[in-house]
Each structure stands twice: as C-alpha cells, then as structure tokens.
Nanobody, 117 residues
C-alpha cells in the first residue's frame, strides 16, 4: 500500500521559514518524479515545485522562485520543500505527489501552511 505523508506545516509570520517533508512508503521513491502542489479553498491546485527522479533538475512556479527549494533523499524515501521568506499569499494546503510512468500517480493528504502576522 502506497502512502505519502506530508509534515512540517504550521503557522508562521511573514518572512519566516518552514521545511515540509513528504515521507513515502510502499514504493521506491527513486522511480518517481516528485511534485509539490498547493491549494487554497475554492481555487485550483497549483504546482509549486517539481524534481526529477535523480534530483538533478527542478522547476518552480514563478511565485516561489528564489524562495522555495525542492530536494529529495531517495535513500530515505523522503522529499522536502524548504520555504524561505514566506508571504501571506503562500498560505495554502501543500500536497506532495509521486509521478511514475503512464498514469501511475499518488498523492499525500496535505499539510496546512498559514502565513500571518
């Protein structure tokens, strides 16, 4: 049974940092590209960052470039999202997604990030 479990969310003030983790079980993480998405209630889910299977390339949404960094530790079956200089508009539920070949895709349950003074 595949599980992706996000953690590390919380309430922070603008300018602060958070590090999200996505722990995978039931799959070999190195076989999957990994994405972080976020969603605000009533809005579409937004792709925030993506990283290749080997971790040698990553892409970011324009809104987070220079502030967020996606990384992975395939030996630990974990993917991370380091979020620096957080802004109120970063407030959302953050989800990780594992993307394999074809239609092979798994989602975590999400972790809430709230940025507010």
């Amino acid at each position: 049974q595949v599980q992706l479990v996000e953690s590390g969310g919380g309430l922070v003030q603008p300018g602060e940092s958070l590090r999200l983790s996505c722990a995978a079980s039931g799959l070999t993480l190195s076989r999957y590209a990994m994405n972080w998405h976020r969603q605000v209630p009533g809005e579409k889910r937004e792709l925030v960052a993506a990283i290749t299977r080997a971790g040698d390339n990553a892409i970011y949404a324009d809104s987070v470039k220079g502030r967020f960094t996606i990384s992975r530790d395939n030996a630990e079956n974990t993917v991370y999202l380091q979020m620096n200089n957080l802004k109120p508009e970063d407030t959302a539920v953050y989800f990780c997604q594992a993307v394999g070949g074809g239609s092979d895709s798994y989602w975590g349950q999400g972790t809430q990030v709230t940025v507010s003074s």
